[in-house]
């Protein structure tokens, strides 16, 4: 059984910043691409970042680029997002997400991957 479990999200200030995670269990971690999706109360989810299986290349969607760096521990089955100069209109439910490395690179949409995990939910304060 495959699961994706996202912790680290919370309230924090404009500016602040925040670590989010996601543990992997059922699945060679390592043989899947890694992304993390957000979705704003209304909105559709949207693409944030994802790491590659093999290399660690990264993309960012523009929104976040420079702010925020996705990282993944292949020993721990874990990927991390780190959240930096955070702003209100970050606030969102923050998913992760499995592709397979089969897939073509980078998968920044939803319908690229196979597992998702449950959310976790990140607020930002003006």
């Known amino acids: 059984q495959v699961q994706l479990v996202e912790s680290g999200g919370g309230l924090v200030q404009a500016g602040g910043s925040l670590r989010l995670s996601c543990v992997v269990s059922?699945?060679?971690?390592?043989?899947?691409?890694m992304g993390w999706f957000r979705q704003a109360p209304g909105k559709e989810r949207e693409f944030v970042a994802v790491?590659?299986?093999?290399?660690?290349?990264?993309i960012y969607s523009d929104s976040v680029k420079g702010r925020f760096t996705i990282s993944r521990d292949n020993r721990k089955n874990t990927v991390y997002l780190q959240m930096n100069s955070l702003k209100p209109e970050d606030t969102a439910v923050y998913y992760c997400?499995?592709?397979?490395?089969?897939?073509?690179?980078?998968?920044?949409?939803?319908?690229?991957?196979?597992?998702w995990g449950q959310g976790t939910q990140v607020t930002v304060s003006s």
């Open positions: 790491i590659s299986w093999s290399y660690g290349g990264a």
């Open positions: 059922g699945l060679t971690f390592s043989m899947y691409a």
């Open positions: 997400a499995a592709a397979p490395a089969s897939k073509r690179w980078p998968q920044v949409t939803t319908n690229e991957y196979d597992y």
